[in-house]
């Protein structure tokens, strides 16, 4: 026997069902709908969520261009009423939310393109105030008179003497 007929059967050529157990272990009924993938006894426990694939109409109906924040911001709240409504997957508005947020993100690059004599050039200030050197002290040390040490303390301006042992 060769090993093509010892695979081949029936059973291993027909695709099966997609569902899976709680341990993870998946059905071994042929898969009756290749639409759904799913065998005749999983297909009806599964509800038929995200039934609806082109949603286009009801997320850009009155939105022509993407140009400003408005009419991103009105798409996605189109899109969480949809995930609220479990029309859309989660994957699915995942990838439409991060897309609507590259196009925000452009929004400030385009709009430099467009209006580059509109933009505000940086000032040049020539006339800063010169540090004042003629000063004894300057401003960053600053005079601790009051922290004047007592007769008895060594201090770092005077000679150090020998200690007198007692």
Known sequence: MNEQSI??????DLPRCQHRTRTGR???HAVSNAAVGLCAKHAPSRPNRFEESDLSAYLTAGLTEF?????IN???SRLLHLQAEDRISPRRAAVMAYTCNLILR???AIDRELHP???DEPQIIIDLPRPRRDDPV???????DWLAPGAGVPNSKEPSRPLEYL
């Open 26 to 28: 998946r059905c071994r």
């Open 117 to 119: 004599d509109d933009q």
């Open 106 to 108: 452009t929004l400030p």
């Open 67 to 71: 140009k400003s924040a408005v009419p």
């Open 74 to 76: 009105e798409f996605l």
């Open 7 to 12: 695979n081949s059967s029936s059973t291993n």
């Open 138 to 144: 300057p401003p960053s040390h600053p005079v601790m």
